[in-house]
């Protein structure tokens, strides 16, 4: 069992930038695909930025050139940096661990852009 603790949603401003978080208990974030999705209420969710255990990254289109994924061996964490936000990047992110059959996410966290 893996479990991920997301942080650094919160509220900001058109233009603006956050820095979320996920720390993985139970799993190393080296060997998983790694991912943050986001969801809003009535759609489903949706891929916005990943990494694999060879570093290969992936955006959604909606995202790419504004957000970039990483990680941290030594934190054994994940981060998403978004830059020049949007009102439609309003939703809640989780983020996602994908190791051979086995697949979690954690809880979420709230971004809200306001316009």
């Known amino acids: 069992q893996v479990r991920l603790v997301e942080s650094g949603g919160g509220l900001v401003q058109t233009g603006g930038s956050l820095r979320l978080s996920c720390a993985a208990v139970g799993g190393a974030v080296t060997v998983a695909t790694m991912g943050w999705y986001r969801q809003v209420p009535g759609k489903q969710r949706d891929l916005v930025a990943q990494i694999t255990r060879d570093s290969e990254t992936n955006y959604g289109d909606s995202v790419k050139g504004r957000f970039t994924i990483s990680r941290d061996k030594a934190e054994n964490e994940v981060y998403l940096q978004m830059n020049s936000l949007k009102p439609e990047d309003t939703a809640v992110y989780y983020c996602?661990?994908?190791?051979?059959?086995?697949?979690?996410w954690g809880q979420g966290t709230q971004v809200t852009v306001s316009s």
């Open positions: 996602n661990y994908v190791f051979d059959q086995y697949n979690f």
